[in-house]
């Protein structure tokens, strides 16, 4: 079983949209989880870190289910500028630190 | 925020040639690197951890003979694919963590990524 599952879409959506991605995991004594956002032929970047209590960061949301092994995150009045692949990745830090990821969910916002 | 350094960016090279890929750490020291490979619309594998001053550890499927690691100093890590041939074409992207301590949060920054194309 992969570490990590997400939906890989892909997500075709209009401006404005709001639209939401999750994600699973396997490993129940995982401690820190990601949501990454990898452009084109880039490398991942850190778009927010997912805590039990849920965050926010402007028009993203992410929360954190520990009981189902479930994330999520939220993108209200989508941009253009988020068309990009979205990588759920989880961290435990007990097993060598190791960073598993998700396959992505691609998104593409439409004029 | 902490930067890596990968380099290089791209490299073409021959069947049967090996190639070293670089990592650094510019301003924080990482006494563990880890490198992965990324195929065309699949998401990053990770192919082994890096630790300073010891012996890379290698995911399963991974060979250490092809695939050597070297992690000379807290602030460099070195992946030279050995005897490259043309599957091994791919997206090779190391990344570090700020903090020794197991445990702590904190997320990993990625180097830049270097594109292998093997002829």
């Known amino acids: 079983r992969k570490e990590v599952e997400q939906d890989p879409g892909p997500f075709n959506v209009p401006e404005g949209a709001t639209v939401a991605f999750n994600c699973t995991y396997s490993?129940?004594?995982?401690?820190?989880f990601f949501w990454y956002r990898q452009d084109c032929r880039k490398e991942p970047k850190l778009l927010m870190s997912?805590?039990?209590s849920g965050n926010e960061d402007g028009r993203f949301t992410a929360q954190l289910n520990r009981a189902s092994q479930y994330i999520s995150l939220l993108i209200r009045d989508s941009k253009l500028s988020d068309s990009a692949t979205y990588l759920c990745?989880?961290?435990?830090?007990?097993?060598?630190?190791?960073?598993?990821f998700g396959t992505g969910t691609s998104l593409t916002v439409i004029p | 925020g902490a930067v890596v350094s990968q380099h290089p960016s791209w490299v073409i090279c021959k069947s049967g040639t090996s190639v070293k890929i670089e990592c650094r750490s510019l301003?924080?020291?990482?006494?563990?690197m880890f490198w992965y490979r990324q195929f065309p619309k699949q998401s990053l594998m990770l192919m082994a951890t890096?630790?300073?001053?010891?012996?890379?550890?290698?995911e399963q499927g991974v060979e250490k003979d092809k695939f050597l690691i070297n992690h000379a100093s807290l602030t460099l890590s070195t992946l030279t694919v050995t005897s490259a041939h043309p599957e091994d074409s791919s997206f090779y992207i190391c990344?570090?963590?700020?903090?020794?301590?197991?445990?702590?949060?904190?997320?990993?920054?990625f180097g830049q990524g270097t594109r292998l194309t093997v002829v």
């Open positions: 990344s570090a963590r700020v903090g020794r301590d197991v445990g702590r949060r904190t997320e990993a920054f």
């Open positions: 490993n129940s004594a995982s401690q820190s």
């Open positions: 997912v805590y039990s």
């Open positions: 990745v989880v961290n435990n830090a007990n097993t060598g630190n190791q960073f598993y």
């Open positions: 301003d924080f020291q990482a006494t563990t």
């Open positions: 890096s630790n300073e001053g010891s012996k890379a550890t290698y």
